[in-house]
């Protein structure tokens, strides 16, 4: 199972930018998505989260901002984010908790994304 997260970049404070991310190979069902961040020294954090039922959590610091949503016939899971602030600067990775066609049941990551919001 391969992950690829895309649409990371440059923005301004105040805009916005879409992450995506893919998931390929073997799998027979993707249980859950999430979008982590690790910024600079810190540890990394799980930014929104989104259930196979399509129930979202959100990290208080994005709520409001942030969107993530599932595509579950693509494998896909897209991360909107809105009103950006320069915190959110960070490297952005997905996860996915996956079952593969060989019943194993893992967690799954991308190879993460950088973010950079300019003041």
Do not use: H
Not at 43 to 69: C, H, P
Not at 85 to 102: G, L, N, Q, S, W
């Amino acid at each position: 199972v391969q992950l690829q997260a895309f649409g990371g970049g440059w923005v301004q404070a105040g805009g916005s930018l879409r992450l995506s991310c893919a998931a390929s190979g073997s799998i027979r069902y993707i249980n859950a998505w999430g979008w982590y961040r690790q910024a600079p020294g810190k540890q990394r954090e799980l930014v929104a989260a989104v259930t196979s039922g399509g129930n979202a959590d959100y990290a208080d610091s994005v709520k409001g901002r942030f969107t993530i949503s599932r595509d579950n016939a693509k494998n896909t899971v897209s991360l909107q984010m809105n009103s950006l602030k320069p915190e959110d600067t960070a490297v952005y990775y997905c996860k996915a908790a996956a079952i593969t066609f060989y019943f194993d049941v893992r967690d799954y990551w991308g190879q993460g994304t950088q973010v950079t919001v300019s003041s």
